[in-house]
């Protein structure tokens, strides 16, 4: 179609050419006048003739790339199952992307999760649950098999080779490292559409609306918002052996001379990094995933975590790119360390009123002990695989 116009325009221009040179012919001696004219005329057709072939030429070769380019895959280590039968929800509500990971060990606790979240909201929520490849069988027929089966989810596929050279095993951890816990580094690839998400730890408990947290005001150009680790919900915890967790010096070594050019005070309050609202755009804008990546890279090679809080491995970086530059979150919006250790720090008034629930530490809320196990125990439903079971309850049955 496009050849055809082009060829009709310029047979069209020709004529007028012709026409024109005609009339010059015929009427030169009575008009010479106008000679001047007609070659003005002229020369604007073939100026016109010009543009015209080099605007179809151009058009050509944009079809072309077109055609060349659609064979190409981006960046894509990210596997999307396709959604289970979704519940009616309103078309006019913005969708909330809720990003939350599910390991095997710990499915339990993302079981849990996601069922306080969606019993306590009426907004549009979207999960995005990331797991690895041996665990989406497990967590497809959990949900399934239960009253989350009308929810509206993805299983993610996280690819571990996006960590290659970026993280390392320390002889002096105790535990090897769980590639889950870098989920949240890679936010703009697990929810590729989405301007805004939250992000949240599977050891959670949702008490209030969902929108709520998301809704969170972030200040201009701030691309995460936090909750301070010194912060009025949050007293100071004090890990055995391991000194203050709640500033920059607990995480990251001092004595190398990287960090100290980096100029950040070592008394700077710490943030939680276990839930998080980001906004996407400004995410991308910063590229804050190739400067996690960067800070990772460089403790492979030269070691800048601070070796006193074991285990801590994602938060470090996070601290690094967000020093002085991310907005906070409502603490009730994330109570937490009510993992740190098995006896009960807070009042039951308090427990009741927080809007989120966070079990961070050692003692997990489906394990032997554990502080407010009650509390948590309302929201998991059993595995109707058999496969997951909470560990006190094996006890219980054995004795």
């Not at 001696?29 to 007609?38: E, G, L, Y």
């Not at 543009?51 to 050509?60: D, E, I, K, P, Y």
């Not at 890679?186 to 809704?215: C, R």
Request: charged share 20%.
């Amino acid at each position: 179609m496009v050849i055809l116009m082009y060829l009709l325009t310029l047979g069209a221009c020709f004529c007028l050419v012709g026409l024109k040179t005609s009339i010059y012919i015929r009427q030169k001696r009575k008009m010479s006048f106008r000679k001047v004219n007609i070659i003005v005329l002229v020369l604007a057709v073939v100026l016109f003739l010009l543009v015209l072939h080099h605007n179809f030429l151009g058009l050509s070769s944009l079809l072309r790339n077109e055609v060349s380019d659609s064979g190409i895959v981006g960046f894509q280590p990210i596997d999307f199952v396709p959604n289970v039968p979704q519940q009616a929800v309103d078309g006019r509500q913005e969708e909330i992307p809720v990003v939350i990971a599910a390991s095997e060990d710990r499915l339990g606790g993302a079981i849990a999760a996601i069922n306080s979240i969606q019993h306590n909201t009426r907004s549009n929520v979207m999960f995005y649950i990331v797991t690895l490849n041996g665990t989406a069988d497990h967590l497809r027929s959990w949900l399934s098999g239960s009253t989350l089966k009308t929810i509206r989810y993805k299983i993610v596929n996280f690819d571990t080779k996006l960590l290659e050279g970026k993280v390392k095993e320390d002889p002096d951890q105790g535990e090897s490292i769980k590639p889950l816990t870098f989920a949240r580094f890679y936010l703009p690839i697990l929810v590729p559409s989405a301007k805004k998400a939250i992000y949240m730890d599977d050891d959670v408990i949702v008490q209030g609306d969902i929108l709520a947290l998301y809704n969170t005001p972030l200040k201009p150009g701030h691309a995460a918002a936090f909750s301070e680790d010194c912060d009025s919900a949050s007293t100071k915890v004090v890990i055995r052996g391991a000194g203050n967790q709640y500033n920059y010096i607990g995480y990251l070594d001092y004595k190398k001379e990287r960090i100290r050019k980096l100029s950040m005070k070592a008394s700077t309050c710490s943030f939680n990094p276990g839930v998080f609202v980001a906004n996407l755009t400004e995410w991308k804008k910063q590229n804050i995933t190739n400067q996690l990546e960067k800070w990772m890279k460089l403790n492979v090679e030269e070691g800048l975590y601070s070796r006193t809080l074991a285990g801590s491995t994602t938060t470090p970086p996070l601290l690094i790119v967000f020093y002085q530059q991310h907005s906070t979150i409502d603490p009730m919006w994330n109570v937490r360390h009510l993992g740190s250790s098995a006896g009960k720090r807070y009042s039951p008034q308090f427990v009741k009123a927080a809007k989120l629930l966070h079990w961070n530490g050692h003692f997990k809320p489906w394990g032997r002990t554990a502080s407010y196990s009650d509390v948590w125990e309302k929201w998991y439903i059993p595995d109707p695989t058999g496969k997951f079971s909470l560990i006190r309850r094996h006890m219980e049955i054995s004795i």
